[in-house]
């Protein structure tokens, strides 16, 4: 009965046809199979190539973005608020307009001498903090009976900031300090009296004092390529007295005390009353533009 069954099953026409799809579909699922297989494999196997990769990336950006960071510091005015700050005695550039020149002239024991910084002042008049205006190192600290208390930080490249006529001094010598923290407090001198309650502030490159407005915003390496232009120009800024009309006063150039002399011609010890008050060019009493680091 089974091999007549068979049989009959064998001469149906259907039969052949159904089993060609049958094993056309085995072999499509088989193929279909394999290759989802191979594609996988592919995937684990590029998988750690590509987060060994993503971490090389990684780690070489973080590591050269420290000195990226050191190098953006750039020189910012130095106060807590620059908005309510203002300059009241610029620094004499040679260059400036006349007006510029004329308030960078600051007027000391009736004769006019040229600034070799800033003078910073709030609008209000009234004392504030003075902070470093870059990052460095205290190099100095000192009592100037003409410019107060001063502070010289020194930094990169040969560069150098000065900050006078300061009431309080919060820092030591050889301290290091960061951008924006506070060295002490405004208060006033003697040799700018004119400006009332300011900051002093001088930028300095190679020793040679530069104008601290064209570099506000600015890296050292700016300051310090200014500072190589400013030598090829004529004209050094010496602190050179001047009269009322804003040229050199002759009679005035060394600033040596007048001493009487007798009818022998032979100076004579009384000393004239020019030298009881000190001028910026004396030992006594020495201007922030003879500071070594």
């Known amino acids: 009965m089974t091999k007549l069954k068979f049989k009959r099953l064998m001469r149906k026409k259907w039969l052949y046809p159904a089993l060609y799809l049958s094993v056309a579909a085995l072999v499509l699922v088989g193929v279909f199979w ?22 090389i990336l990684t780690n070489n950006t973080q590591e050269e973005s420290v000195p990226v960071m050191e190098q953006e510091e750039n020189l910012q005015m130095p106060v807590v608020d620059e908005a309510a ?7 004499y550039d040679y260059d400036a307009s006349e007006a510029d020149q004329e308030s960078a002239l600051v007027l000391y024991n009736n004769k006019y001498y040229q600034s070799e910084g800033v003078d910073i002042t709030r609008e209000d008049g009234e004392a504030f903090e003075v902070t470093a205006a870059m990052s460095g190192t205290v190099t100095e600290i000192k009592e100037d009976p003409l410019y107060g208390n001063v502070i010289e930080l020194s930094h990169d490249g040969e560069v150098s900031t000065v900050y006078a ?22 208060g006033s001198n003697s040799f700018g009296q004119a400006s009332g309650v300011h900051v002093h502030f001088e930028v300095r490159a190679a020793g040679e004092p530069v104008n601290p407005e064209n570099f506000f915003g600015q890296p050292v390496s700016k300051i310090k390529d200014g500072a190589e232009q400013g030598e090829e120009e004529e004209g050094a800024q010496d602190n050179t007295p001047m009269n009322e009309d804003g040229a050199e006063d002759e009679d005035a150039q060394d600033n040596t005390p007048a001493v009487d002399e007798d009818e022998e ?23 922030i533009s003879t500071f070594q680091a």
């Open 34 to 55: 394999y290759q989802q297989g191979a594609d996988n494999l592919d995937q684990v196997a590029d998988e750690p190539d590509t987060q060994v990769e993503d971490e």
């Open 85 to 91: 700050a203002s300059i009241v005695t610029k620094f």
């Open 165 to 186: 006529s300061l009431d309080q001094v919060q820092v030591e010598t050889g301290a290091e300090v960061t951008q924006g923290d506070v060295l002490g407090t405004a």
């Open 265 to 287: 011609g032979t100076p004579s010890e009384e000393p004239s009353e020019s030298e009881e008050q000190p001028t910026p060019e004396e030992d006594s009493a020495s201007s």
